[in-house]
């Protein structure tokens, strides 16, 4: 029981993981989607928006999302902990298998 109490105290480095993974699964399709709506802008426009996208939507996005991941996790009990966190991760492994990225 220790050993789940330690992996416990990890959990804001876990909803980060989480939060992160997530981003690199679906950040193709987030910025291909904007890219079509964006495609009639001027040059220096799309570039402004995709810097300001990649530089603090994403962080932000990370930021947010990994706090309430870290809160939640911080919220269970070691063995709903620890189902919800290697359920999370087989989660995110299927969903990297389905968009061919592993």
């Not at 996790?73 to 299927?94: H, R």
Request: some cysteine; aromatic content about 14%.
């Amino acid at each position: 029981m220790s050993l789940l109490h330690d992996l416990q105290e990890y959990h804001p480095q876990i909803g980060l993981a989480m939060a992160s993974t997530v981003l690199v699964i679906y950040g193709n399709d987030i910025n291909r989607f904007l890219r079509r709506h964006i495609r009639t802008w001027s040059f220096a426009c799309r570039l402004t928006f995709f810097i300001c996208l990649c530089a603090f939507g994403y962080g932000m996005a990370v930021v947010f999302s990994s706090r309430i991941l870290s809160q939640f996790l911080a919220s269970l009990g070691p063995w709903e902990f620890l189902g919800v966190t290697a359920g999370g991760f087989l989660l995110l492994g299927f969903l990297a298998e389905k968009k061919k990225q592993m």
